[in-house]
């Protein structure tokens, strides 16, 4: 005889250092997602606060919507449930409402995951330094002991929908009805993007603009059947690649599940680096708010963003500032250094103008702002911005990674070459020839490379060589 599992869901196995994912039903459950409503209300004092709440396509978004909103409107917060949006329509509510939020979302992980990314008012991140573990903590003790009994003036619950807000918010910060003509293939993976690029692109709520969108995977639906909605993967990149041929288009845009990053591919069918992106955004960037007197605007650029990028930033009249991989880390800088733009290598785009959080409609504007005023082809802008040659991110599953790094740092520690320790270890020869970084994973046995330099021979060489030294 067996009897069923009626312990309470163990949060620590969902909460991450930057947001919440987990397993439906296993890790991440109603209940579970209940009382991390009422700890979010409880730890950032929301009672009589307003409160936004929303979900992507995923099955389990609405139910666990419901459940957030109960939880902390019996904490006292009045929640505004703005259903099916992305992750940054999540970050304008916050930032042009002044609310804490929450968006239940697992990005680009498989069907059967949901989460959570959470938000002070103003679009500000939480992290488990900066509240995240303490909202963890209390609602295990809720799931524990049980939720408290509801404050004596429970909260309101009502409904917003904030697309054409966030719609025309992203229009005045890049105008496009200037843009030639574009023929635009649009891969939202069964995605968010298929809500917001007729929204933001199209001319379903807004005046048009001179472009033709090609759909492709534009229905909801959050059991990916096309392929999964990662467009960091390149095999998830095929079908918007063989579209961009097959139409003819000037340009292809591939968004993740919750329309956060985007991917871009020109009309030959090759993507283009997140760093070249980074490094047109940031010329358009700085000459924004040079015109508008701002001297030498900062633009901040993780560490294994093409080299290329503070190049230009600096040629530019730019300060280009370097930092840690990760969002937290470039949105705490952003915020820190009053910087004007981020970008990673990850395709997350940060924008001073959008309250120092990442949305990959933006980029995708500023990209499409920079093809519509030139003649050229997207494949002649883009090398302009890539003058090296990369070798991407390159991952090797060890069974002793410190072993691995400790072979690699006796063979380049030598006169010659400059190493650092930012973020794993960056290795740089002193002729400018070429760099590479070495990065543990903070969740699984990989260690992963970074290479690049100044043609693709020197770039293969080195790649084999490092590797080589890693999977000895």
């Given amino acids: 005889m067996t009897t069923e599992d009626t312990s309470p869901v163990d949060l620590s196995t969902s909460f991450k250092a930057y947001?919440?994912?987990?397993?439906?039903?296993?890790?991440?459950?109603?209940?579970?997602?209940?009382?991390?409503?009422?700890?979010?209300?409880?730890?950032?004092?929301?009672?009589g606060q307003q409160v936004l709440v929303g979900g992507d396509m995923r099955p389990s978004s609405p139910e666990f919507a419901q459940a957030f909103a109960e939880g902390a409107a019996d904490r006292g917060a009045n929640i505004q449930l703005l259903g099916l949006i992305s992750t940054d329509e999540l970050y304008f509510a916050s930032g042009a409402l002044k609310a804490a939020g929450v968006m239940f979302t697992a990005s680009h992980n498989p069907a059967e995951y949901n989460g959570?990314?959470?938000?002070?008012?103003?679009?500000?991140?939480?992290?488990?330094?900066?509240?995240?573990?303490?909202?963890?903590?209390?609602?295990?003790?809720?799931?524990?002991d049980g939720l408290p009994t509801p404050v004596a003036t429970p909260g309101t619950v009502g409904s917003a929908d904030v697309l054409k807000d966030y719609s025309e918010y992203l229009r005045k910060?890049?105008?496009?009805?200037?843009?030639?003509?574009?023929?635009?293939?649009?891969?939202?993976?069964n995605g968010m993007a298929g809500l917001t690029t007729p929204a933001v692109l199209g001319g379903e709520l807004l005046e048009g603009l001179p472009f033709e969108i090609v759909p492709l995977y534009f229905e909801l639906d959050g059991t990916f059947p096309n392929h999964p909605a990662n467009p960091l993967e390149p095999a998830n990149l095929v079908d918007l690649q063989a579209a961009v041929v097959?139409?003819?288009?000037d340009i292809g845009l591939a968004f993740d599940g919750d329309a956060d990053r985007c991917f871009v591919i020109d009309e030959l069918g090759a993507p283009v680096s997140p760093s070249a992106v980074t490094a047109l955004v940031a010329r358009r960037e700085i000459a924004r708010v040079k015109a508008l007197g701002e001297e030498h605007p900062t633009v901040i650029h993780n560490l294994i963003t093409s080299r290329a990028v503070p190049e230009l930033i600096e040629h530019?009249?730019?300060?280009?500032?370097?930092?840690?991989?990760?969002?937290?880390?470039?949105?705490?800088?952003?915020?820190?250094?009053?910087?004007?733009?981020?970008?990673?290598?990850?395709?997350?785009y940060y924008f001073r103008d959008f309250f120092n959080a990442d949305t990959g409609m933006l980029a995708a504007m500023h990209v499409l702002a920079a093809l519509?005023?030139?003649?050229?082809?997207?494949?002649?802008?883009?090398?302009?911005?890539?003058?090296?040659?990369?070798?991407?991110?390159?991952?090797?599953?060890?069974?002793?990674?410190?072993?691995?790094?400790?072979?690699?740092?006796a063979a380049y520690t030598r006169e010659?070459?400059?190493?650092?320790?930012?973020?794993?270890?960056?290795?740089?020869?002193?002729?400018?020839?070429?760099?590479?970084?070495?990065?543990?994973?903070?969740?699984?046995?990989?260690?992963?490379?970074?290479?690049?330099?100044v043609d693709a021979a020197t770039m293969t060489e080195l790649r084999d060589a490092v590797l080589a030294l890693v999977r000895q």
């Fill in 173 to 189: 910060l890049v105008d496009l009805s200037g843009s030639r003509p574009l023929k635009i293939v649009v891969d939202a993976g």
């Fill in 19 to 47: 947001d919440v994912r987990g397993i439906v039903g296993e890790s991440i459950t109603t209940e579970s997602v209940r009382a991390v409503g009422a700890a979010f209300a409880q730890v950032l004092e929301l009672a």
């Fill in 316 to 348: 530019d009249g730019g300060r280009a500032v370097r930092t840690r991989v990760g969002h937290s880390f470039i949105k705490a800088t952003m915020a820190e250094e009053g910087a004007v733009f981020g970008g990673e290598h990850s395709a997350h």
């Fill in 416 to 453: 010659d070459v400059e190493v650092d320790e930012l973020d794993g270890v960056t290795f740089t020869a002193k002729d400018g020839k070429w760099w590479f970084n070495l990065r543990a994973s903070n969740t699984e046995p990989f260690l992963r490379l970074n290479a690049e330099a």
């Fill in 246 to 249: 097959a139409h003819g288009a």
């Fill in 116 to 144: 959570m990314k959470m938000t002070r008012a103003g679009a500000v991140p939480l992290s488990s330094e900066t509240g995240l573990a303490e909202i963890r903590d209390l609602a295990q003790s809720y799931l524990n």
């Fill in 372 to 409: 519509g005023e030139q003649d050229g082809p997207l494949s002649e802008l883009g090398r302009e911005y890539e003058p090296y040659s990369s070798s991407g991110e390159i991952n090797s599953q060890l069974a002793d990674v410190p072993a691995a790094v400790a072979r690699v740092r």
